[in-house]
């Protein structure tokens, strides 16, 4: 029993270290990370309390579902509600075909403190810790005299040229290295403190910021034209803005896409209107509508960025029931809209729901 408790610990540290070091371009690892994390988490939790781990039939095999394992009420017992949701949430986000690809730092960001919360509840209840301690975290609860870290004979913080570095992390932003220790760094990002091995900088997960960039000569500032109130007349949705020779950017905008429905002749409700643009970093058009939206007439816009298409839908009210859709697992009043991009059927890949049914027409811009 105890061997198998060690392996649950070291598979939490392995892939909550995983997750905190991730690369951004790399999202599809960096779920699997959250998701093994919260597993070994959930199952360490069943055998310690409850005296074994529980297991699901699918097909012919018996498996362990962690979603199952964490709504079952011999677990749900030991936790308040907050907590279960923060598990929850995971459960939802880091399924199998759920974001992937299409991670953004925000929701990056969210499950980091969903998993945290998690394991800091499971801590509480079981009496030890089961996230890697850093070298902070183990001076701060260790009740016997320390000496400062700095006068350790490893400590080297007057010769290792990366210290006091800037270096920026995917998720927590710019930090600065205070600390080297052997070959670990300790970095203060804005608002905590990390641990990692100096590898980091050399496999991506940490970059270095060059922080002695030349200044902009002041003989050389950027100035305007004084006198263009021609630009002010150009109010056709149709101009493209094209930068450093780079792709062309579309400067429509929720305002301009309902004045050209309205001027074709549809009476839209900006209120009751939803507007969502092609995600740059995949094939979905992705919002969070509120669900209060299903009892009245919703409008629907999904603007093509790349053809500089407009279409537009009307959902008729409480056609669509709150439980036909999925709804974000940490705001419940919001619904987690994702239609596939060049579909014909607009097929919402979290709920199945194909918005064809509801096309009025589409624009041009």
């Known amino acids: 029993m105890e061997q198998e408790k060690n392996e649950l610990l070291a598979t939490i540290k392995q892939n909550y270290t995983g997750a905190h070091e991730m690369n951004i371009e790399n999202s599809v690892a960096f ?44 677990f749900t017992a030991f936790f308040e509600r907050w907590a279960l949701k923060e598990m929850e949430y995971i459960c939802d986000a880091c399924g199998d075909s759920v974001h992937g690809e299409n991670m953004s730092i925000d929701t990056a960001n969210e499950l980091i403190s ?28 260790n009740t016997a005299p320390q000496k400062p870290i700095e006068t350790t004979p490893v400590d080297l913080p007057t010769t290792n040229p990366l210290l006091n570095k800037t270096v920026k992390h995917w998720i927590y932003g710019e930090g600065k290295i205070i600390k080297i220790v052997g070959d670990r760094m300790i970095v203060q990002f804005a608002k905590k403190q990390e641990e990692y091995g100096q590898e980091s ?14 200044k902009i000569a002041p003989s050389t500032p950027r100035t305007y034209a004084p006198n263009i109130p021609e630009i002010k007349q150009v109010i056709k949705p149709t101009s493209v803005i094209t930068e450093c020779n780079e792709s062309p ?31 740059s970093m995949s094939y979905l058009y992705w919002a969070n509508p509120k669900t209060d939206l299903l009892e009245d ?13 407009i279409h537009i839908f ?8 709150v439980d036909m859709i999925k709804v974000r697992a940490d705001k419940p009043y919001l619904i987690d809209l994702q239609i596939l991009f060049d579909d014909d059927r607009f097929t919402d890949t979290r709920s199945n729901i194909q918005f064809a049914k509801w096309y009025i027409k589409t624009l041009t811009y």
Request: net charge positive; charged share 25%; aromatic share 10%.
């Open 114 to 141: 969903s998993l945290d919360k998690s394991l800091r509840a499971m801590e509480k209840i079981l009496g030890f810790l089961i996230i890697p301690a850093i070298r902070k975290e183990e001076i701060k609860n």
């Open 249 to 279: 950017i579309n400067s429509i905008s929720k305002f301009d896409a309902i004045r050209l429905f309205k001027n074709s002749g549809l009476n839209i409700l900006s209120r009751n209107c939803t507007f969502a643009t092609k995600n």
């Open 31 to 74: 779920t699997a990370n959250i998701r093994a994390t919260l597993e070994a988490a959930v199952k360490l939790f069943w055998k310690e309390k409850l005296g074994y781990i529980p297991s699901w039939t699918r097909g012919s095999k018996e498996i362990f579902i962690t979603g199952q394992a964490v709504r079952s009420q011999k």
């Open 314 to 321: 009307k959902i008729s009210a409480n056609s669509l029931d």
């Open 201 to 214: 900088l050399k496999n991506g997960f940490l970059k270095l910021v060059d922080t002695q960039k030349p």
């Open 297 to 309: 007439d919703w409008w629907l816009i999904l603007n093509d960025n790349i053809n500089y298409k």
